[in-house]
């Protein structure tokens, strides 16, 4: 099957697409800059998740690799992609998953807390597609998805740096696909609404309550949820499907 590349894959949405791609029978490498320990998590579940195909098939020998890394820097962006072509070979799926937040109004928002969240939500995913870019092309097969937010299309108060680097995560994923779609490369992405997540256990109780009122589906989404969408995403069902943008949001967007 095909190898893949999961970046922020230790907890949460990354977490659920490796193991949704286990599941679907791929190599998985999954990046982490926080704590080995959930990486390792990852790795074991997406190991069970390997072992259980529908009819009780055990799929042959699938491999799964972790790899720290800090996105932030453009250099470990490219050793990442280096250790996984050396440990796994060339990857024919990328999902840009990392990502960060630093939120705060503008007017008192710093430079620093600007450019730390496009570094990481941006910058990274760019290197990243580049960096696999040269063997999708050339093997004329790949699937690349990025994990954006529907507050890049919608904009959000007290989060410039993160709706910014959201929409600019679009308009990269809409020139990806228009540059590589002559190979067979496809580009998407997907827009996840209200996750309950480490990222978003933060927030109280009643901005909570406040974000399920303007949920037409009534309730906050699971990891899984974005999982599912990015594993169509990455098999054959999904060929003809290049340039867009799915929300999986609850219809928090209609
Ligand atoms: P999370 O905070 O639970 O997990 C983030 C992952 O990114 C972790 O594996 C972490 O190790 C990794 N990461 C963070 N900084 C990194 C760095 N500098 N280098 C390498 N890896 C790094 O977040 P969650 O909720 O699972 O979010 C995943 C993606 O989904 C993010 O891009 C986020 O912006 C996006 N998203 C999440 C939503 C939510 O409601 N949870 C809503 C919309 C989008």
Redesign the pocket.
């Known amino acids: 099957m095909t190898i893949a590349l999961v970046?922020?894959?230790?907890?949460?949405?990354?977490r659920a697409i490796g193991i949704a791609l286990a599941q679907a029978g791929h190599d998985v490498a999954i990046?982490?800059?926080?704590r080995e320990d959930d990486a390792l998590e990852t790795i074991r579940l997406m190991e069970q998740a390997a072992a259980m195909v529908p009819g009780g098939k055990t799929v042959p020998a699938a491999r799964f690799l972790s790899v720290r890394?800090?996105?932030?820097d453009p250099r470990q962006c490219e050793n990442l992609y280096a250790t996984v072509e050396r440990e796994l070979g060339a990857a024919g799926i990328l999902v840009n998953?990392?990502?960060?937040t630093r939120d705060g109004l503008i007017m008192r928002m710093s430079v620093e807390d600007f450019d730390a969240v496009l570094d990481?939500?941006l910058r990274a995913a760019f290197l990243l597609i580049k960096a696999v870019s040269r063997s999708m092309l050339k093997a004329r097969y790949g699937h690349i998805v990025n994990?954006a937010?529907?507050v890049g299309l919608t904009g959000n108060a007290g989060q410039a740096n993160y709706s910014a680097s959201k929409a600019g995560l679009i308009g990269l994923t809409k020139t990806a696909a228009r540059e590589f779609a002559s190979r067979g490369v496809t580009v998407n992405a997907v827009a996840?609404?209200?996750?309950d997540?480490?990222?978003?256990n933060v927030l109280s109780e009643e901005t909570r309550a406040d974000f399920l009122e303007g949920i037409p589906l009534k309730r906050v989404g699971a990891?899984e949820d974005i999982a599912q969408t990015v594993a169509f995403l990455c098999s054959g069902a999904a060929d003809y499907i290049t340039g867009q943008v799915i929300a999986v949001d609850g219809g928090m967007t209609i």
């Not at 997540?197 to 978003?200: F, G, I, P, Q, S």
């Open positions: 970046t922020g894959g230790s907890r949460g949405i990354g990046n982490f800059a926080g890394a800090d996105l932030a998953n990392a990502g960060i990481v939500n994990i937010s529907v996840p609404g209200f996750i997540t480490a990222m978003t990891p």
